[in-house]
Structure formats: structure tokens, C-alpha cells
């Protein structure tokens, strides 16, 4: 019973740690990354707080070396998911029903926990699995996490504070239910966060969750699961399976139980499961709520005022870190000839300091990327640049295979704001740059607003702040998240909530409480204290 209205803790961001050669964060991170990478982990799922193991396994390879074996994880069947389901919904009655505080303590304590003795394992596992170097790995498995957990609990509690006004001798309230069901969460590779967040954001709105990592993020996936259990969720909450996503999917999707979907990954699965679910509205109990952020084609524009080696920076950073496996990374820009040559001069001397191999060499700035599939497609775009007329790679254009999965990070200049790299989503290390005469630049803000069919983020850069103004205007629906004088990448939680629209997703804001309102239903109480007798209003005389 609630017998008070109580404050949860500020929520601030975590501090990021510097990992500086001879720091004692650095020697102890590295430390459990050997260790780790030294040893083998059997990942099961994790079906009403039992670790279920089929021997149906797969095995995780490091992506930078991609002949070791760190471990395996467990493939679902068809009745593994059917149990998944029948356990959320088990436990949705108590967890439902559970006092908000009690579900605030449980992830404030997995971001406590984080902070401490789970941060080097978390990061860890998501640089041996997910290729990260220290920083990126730092940013992302630990502060990114940790921030989803504390500001969602302020932004629950914001949520319930807003009520509807009363009326003399009336109380209006309104109670944030969760959905009547299960949500589906399909998570990405690429940032461990998200998974976190994208199972744990219903959850402490009081729902159940039937999570799918990606197979390349399972490491980090048990790691996630061990940190819940020990904040305390209960069993059944977060129910974990892998397998086929097609079987796991049409096996969800088929339940009348099934109420929502949180989601982040390509464009085409996204487009295909809102169809599906649609095929299949007339067996579900309530519309399901669909949240997604899904592909981008993200874009850094510049004007003759902007500072060359500032616009140079902002591509060095925004195309090639994580290897360009970002949602929000640079691919395209689009730089007058003016300041070209500058800019492409502060490019390569930048891109001949860039040192690239194991995360486990902390100087190096690019790893590599996630999988062989991933590789041949980079690599046959980049071919393709190399034999085309209409392009000309004046950065990189090399890539090797042999021990990992490393493309150098690559710069193509195209001659046609159309060129395949200008309109494709690549998600690796190489941006393409369109170069445009200074008197056409309104012209060259239609060809960033019109060239593909993505609007997830995007960087200007001018002194001028008349242009400023105008292309902020003039591209206002082509970017969830828009970046002035800034690289388009790094947002974080509590200070810029994250997503996109157009073909990038619902653009429900990862990390704020518009994501979290799509968990609840709405209900409205009015209680009356003097309820009338009388039928007669006073028009009728």
C-alpha cells in the first residue's frame, strides 16, 4: 500500500570514464576483457527465470577475430516461444499490479549495479562480441544504460504526476495502466542499450516482455539478464529466446495476447512486421501499440561559413566510429567548393591517424564489423566506387577478411547526389560526399530533404545564423534528431531523446517519456461525492 507521495532520486547522466593509458579504469577493464575472451560462455534463454538449453546452439565469434569461439547460445522451437508467451502472461498479473516504487527500485538498482561491479563485464562482453573499442563500449553498454534506467523511473513518475482538474464536488484521476498482454522487443546489435532499454522501458511501466536479442549481441544480452536478476526483477517479466525471428515472430504475432512491439532494426523488417500485424488486427484482444526506430541514411550538410576543419571532425567522428554501425552515422554529405579543399585535406590527415584491429588495443579507433554478411556487402559497394566513373575513393577503399572483419574507413566523392553510397544505407565505415557550388546551396538542402526516403539525424554547419535558420527550416522534416554545428551522432539520454520519421521509425524517442506513455493505457476515474437524484436539468423549467 502506497502511504505517501514520494520523490525518486534526481536522475543524472553517468559520467563517462576516460580510460587514459595508466588509469586504474583502463588496467581493470582490459583485465576482465582478457579474462573473458580467454574463457567460453554457454548463454541459455531465460523462460520464467529458468535458463533453458536446447543443444540447438550457435556460436559467438569476436567479429575482429573471427576464428575463436567465445561461447554458444540456445535456439528456441516453436514451444519454447508458446512458453515464453504463457509466462509473461502468468506474471503479468502480480508484476501489473506491483507499486510503481517497486519497480523504480528495481532499475535504479541495475543502474547502481552497472555503475559498479557490472560495468567492466558489460563492457567487456560488448566489446568482444560487438567489436567496440573502450570508449565506444563505455558510452554505450555502460552510461547509455545506466541513463535509460534513472530517467525513465523521473519521467514514470512525471507521467503520473500529470492529472486532469476536478470540478467542484467532483475527483477526476487517471491511472497509466499497462497494455492488457505481452510486448515483443527485437533488438539490434549495435548498442547494447537499446536491447537493455528496449525490454526494460515496458517493463517498468508494469508490462510483461517476450525479448529476442540479435544473435550477435547475445553475450551482452546474458549479461543484461544477469544484472536484472540481480536488481531483483521477478521471474516472467523479461523472458529471453532465441532462434529463428521468422518462427519466433509468427509464432508471437499469432497470439491475441500480443499488445505491443518495441523494435529497433531494418526498414524492410520493420515495413513487413507492421503489415503482418495488420494482416493479423482482427485476432488481437487491443491494437497493438508499435514502436520503432529502424534504418537512416543520416547526412552532414555544410555552408561556405562553416570552419573546414570543424566540418573535417564532425565526419572523421560521425562516419567512422563503431565502423559506421551507428543508426545515427554519417554516409553522406554535402560540402561547397569553396571550402572543399580544406576540408578534404583536414580528412586525410585525420584518416591517416585513425589506427584500426582488436578493441582489445585501445589506440585503435575502428574495429571491425559484426559479420561476414555485413563485409560483403561494404566491401561490394566500395568495389563498385572503385570501377564507376561517377566516383572517386580518395580515403580507404581497403578491406581484409582473413582474421576479422575490417574495412578501412572509406571516402567517396560522387559526382551525382544520386550516386548508389549518396541514396543506400550501407551501416559501415564509409560516408560519400557530394560537392555542390556555394551559389547553390538552397538547391543542395532539397537534395538532402528529397534524395532518400530516411529522416533520422543530420548535422548543418555555417557561422551564417540567416543560414542557420534556413536550413533548420528548410529541413525540418528530414531529421528526428537535428545537429547544429555538431557531428549527427551521440545523443543522450535526458538531454536530446532519440528517433526519427519517414521510413526511420514512429519517432517515439528512445529515453523519454513519449516512449514510455506507448506502454501504458490510459484510464479515466471520475468519482462523484453528491451524486444527483433529481433527472431534471434547469432549461426544463
Aim: with cysteine; glycine share 6%; net charge negative.
Amino acid at each position: 500500500m502506497t502511504r505517501g507521495f514520494f520523490n525518486v532520486p534526481k536522475a543524472v547522466n553517468e559520467p563517462v570514464k576516460g580510460y587514459a593509458p595508466g588509469s586504474k579504469e583502463r588496467e581493470e577493464l582490459l583485465a576482465t576483457y582478457k579474462k573473458m575472451i580467454s574463457t567460453t560462455v554457454d548463454v541459455p534463454m531465460h523462460i520464467n527465470g529458468e535458463e533453458i538449453r536446447t543443444g540447438n546452439t550457435k556460436k559467438i565469434r569476436p567479429p575482429h577475430d573471427h576464428q575463436q569461439v567465445v561461447g554458444q547460445f540456445h535456439n528456441a522451437d516453436k514451444s519454447h516461444v508458446e512458453q515464453a508467451i504463457a509466462t509473461a502472461l502468468a506474471a503479468r498479473q502480480a508484476w501489473s499490479s506491483v507499486s510503481w516504487m517497486e519497480r523504480a527500485s528495481i532499475f535504479l538498482k541495475a543502474a547502481e549495479l552497472l555503475a559498479g561491479p557490472y560495468r567492466n563485464r558489460m563492457n567487456a562482453a560488448t566489446m568482444i562480441a560487438q567489436s567496440k573499442n573502450v570508449h565506444q563500449a563505455e558510452i554505450d553498454a555502460a552510461c547509455e544504460m545506466i541513463d535509460f534506467f534513472r530517467f525513465n523511473v523521473e519521467y514514470m513518475t512525471d507521467i503520473f504526476k500529470d492529472q486532469p482538474a476536478s470540478a467542484p464536488g467532483i475527483w477526476n484521476r487517471v491511472e497509466y495502466r499497462p497494455l492488457e498482454g505481452f510486448v515483443y522487443a527485437i533488438t539490434p546489435f549495435n548498442f547494447t542499450s537499446i536491447a537493455a532499454n528496449l525490454c526494460a522501458a515496458p517493463a517498468l511501466m508494469g508490462n510483461v516482455v517476450v525479448w529476442k536479442p540479435s544473435d550477435h549481441q547475445a553475450y551482452s544480452a546474458q549479461v543484461i539478464v544477469d544484472l536484472f536478476k540481480e536488481a531483483g526483477l521477478p521471474e516472467g517479466v523479461i523472458n529471453v529466446i532465441y532462434g529463428d525471428p521468422v518462427m519466433i515472430t509468427d509464432t508471437i504475432l499469432a497470439s491475441p495476447d500480443f499488445a505491443g512491439l518495441h523494435f529497433t532494426g531494418s526498414t524492410t523488417v520493420f515495413k513487413n512486421l507492421w503489415k503482418q500485424i495488420g494482416n493479423n488486427i482482427h485476432t488481437y484482444k487491443t491494437y497493438p501499440r508499435i514502436v520503432g526506430e529502424t534504418g537512416g541514411k543520416d547526412f552532414i550538410w555544410a555552408h561556405n561559413s562553416a570552419n573546414p576543419l570543424q566540418v573535417a571532425t564532425a565526419i572523421t567522428r560521425g562516419a567512422f566510429e563503431y565502423q559506421g554501425q551507428k543508426c545515427s552515422a554519417a554516409s553522406r554529405a554535402y560540402i561547397p567548393t569553396s571550402i572543399w579543399d580544406e576540408v578534404k585535406k583536414q580528412l586525410i590527415s585525420q584518416s591517416n591517424e585513425l589506427k584500426m584491429g582488436s578493441p582489445e588495443d585501445p589506440s585503435n579507433f575502428v574495429n571491425a564489423v559484426i559479420h561476414e554478411g555485413s563485409f560483403d556487402k561494404i566491401a561490394s559497394y566500395i568495389d563498385a566506387a572503385k570501377k564507376d566513373a561517377d566516383a572517386e575513393i580518395i580515403i580507404g577503399g581497403n578491406y581484409d577478411k582473413s582474421k576479422g572483419y575490417f574495412i578501412e574507413p572509406t571516402v567517396i566523392v560522387a559526382k551525382s547526389p544520386t550516386y548508389p553510397t549518396m541514396t543506400t544505407e550501407l551501416f559501415g565505415p564509409v560516408i560519400t560526399i557530394y560537392i555542390y557550388e556555394d551559389a547553390d546551396w538552397e538547391q543542395s538542402l532539397q537534395l538532402v530533404d528529397e534524395s532518400t526516403e530516411y529522416a533520422l539525424t543530420g548535422a548543418i554547419f555555417s557561422k551564417d545564423r540567416y543560414i542557420v535558420e534556413k536550413a533548420s527550416k528548410a529541413l525540418e522534416n528530414a531529421a528526428g534528431n537535428f545537429y547544429i554545428n555538431d557531428k549527427p551522432t551521440g545523443a543522450v539520454v535526458g538531454q536530446q531523446p532519440f528517433g526519427g520519421a519517414r521510413a526511420s521509425g514512429t519517432n517515439d524517442k528512445a529515453g523519454s517519456a513519449q516512449n514510455l506513455l506507448r506502454w501504458t493505457s490510459v484510464r479515466l476515474i471520475k468519482e462523484t461525492f453528491v451524486t444527483p437524484e433529481d433527472y431534471k436539468y434547469p432549461f426544463l423549467g
